[in-house]
């Protein structure tokens, strides 16, 4: 679960309590009340809330190719293919005073 974010794993319920007494009436008039017993009927249920901690790792830097090598591409199919690359390297050389103004391309 993302860092942040709650959810209720389990709901809260209250719980219930009897108490039974012994009540004394005299001419139709309550006089007297005594508790005969105590008992929980119905345990109550705590709430359990999770909180959630897990931070995404930050993603992989891409993977250097080095000068004429290839990387392998996973395909939508399941296989790989290696694909090769190139890398043009133009070069220029200055041109002496003496000669055109011509530059040479290695």
């Given at each position: 679960m993302a860092q942040g974010t709650t959810t209720v794993t389990t709901e809260g319920v209250r719980g219930v309590q009897t108490t039974t007494y012994r009540v004394t009436i005299t001419d139709g008039k309550e006089t007297g009340r005594q508790q005969v017993r105590q008992e929980v009927t119905t345990p109550p249920v705590a709430q359990v809330t999770s909180v959630g901690t897990y931070v995404a790792p930050a993603p992989a830097p891409a993977p250097a190719?080095?000068?004429?090598?290839?990387?392998?591409?996973?395909?939508?199919?399941?296989?790989?293919?290696?694909?090769?690359?190139?890398k043009a390297h133009a070069h220029t050389t200055a041109a002496s005073p003496s000669s055109t103004n011509d530059a040479n391309l290695d």
């Open positions: 190719v080095p000068d004429g090598g290839g990387a392998t591409a996973l395909c939508v199919d399941g296989s790989s293919r290696t694909l090769h690359t190139t």
